[in-house]
């Protein structure tokens, strides 16, 4: 079974760990470097990105996921894993950071409160996957703008206009949106089939 690091410092980390499982991967929680040894792939989960972006100093985890994430290892970031991937972070907490291997900039909390209490649709263009997921946004970041490379792979339309909530680069993949609590697996499978194909690593 393919093992998949799931970051295990904050947020949604159960369950992204069950997702895993239940598609027959192996989910193994990361609290520090030595946990990045030997994994397939990883997930960034959800949480809060400015206590995430902290706890990464204080595991001493932010130079080796640099290094794994750069170097190729096929990552899956949601929400507020999407804007620790970021390069530039808008609205963000006092003091904070980003691991910046994604060339975007995200918007952190885009989104009204209307938006958060509502399940719909975003759309999906990853070749070979469903032409839209379960979308769960909750104090979700948006995509502002992507660098050459780095490709729009889903929006959600809200209140008629497309908002970009995914995007790809190389092996990369992260989304504004929660499937962990939709149970849309499509993000997940992504990552999966992305451990079974090369994966390009990023420039930085
Ligand atoms: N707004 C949060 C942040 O920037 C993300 C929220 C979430 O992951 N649900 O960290």
Redo the contacts with the bound molecule.
């Keep these: 079974a393919a093992r998949v690091g799931v970051l295990a410092l904050q947020?949604g980390v159960a369950e992204h760990e069950r997702m895993l499982a239940g598609l027959g991967a192996a989910p193994v929680p990361v609290r520090s470097a030595a946990h990045l040894v030997g994994l397939d792939a990883l997930v960034i989960p959800?949480?809060?990105?400015?206590v995430l972006d902290r706890l990464l100093d204080v595991a001493g985890l932010r130079e080796p996921l640099l290094e794994v994430v750069g170097g190729g290892l096929p990552t899956l970031g949601t929400?507020?894993g999407l804007?620790l991937l970021a390069a530039r972070v808008e609205n963000p907490a006092p003091g904070q950071g980003s691991l910046g291997v994604l060339d975007v900039t995200v918007r952190?909390?885009a989104f009204g409160r209307q938006v958060d209490s509502v399940e719909t649709w975003a759309s999906w263009r990853v070749p070979g996957g469903p032409d839209r997921i379960r979308a769960a946004a909750?104090?979700?970041?948006e995509v502002l703008d992507v660098g050459p490379g780095v490709e729009v792979v889903s929006t959600m339309a809200v209140d008629g206009v497309d908002r970009v909530v995914g995007v790809r680069c190389g092996a990369v993949l992260a989304i504004s949106l929660?499937p962990e609590l939709t149970g849309d697996l499509t993000a997940h499978e992504t990552l999966l089939a992305q451990v079974r194909s090369d994966a390009p690593a990023l420039t930085r």
């Excluded at 959800?46 to 400015?50: N, Y």
């Excluded at 909750?138 to 970041?141: E, H, K, T, Y």
């Design positions: 947020g959800g949480g809060e990105s400015s929400c507020a804007v952190r909390n909750i104090r979700a970041p929660h």
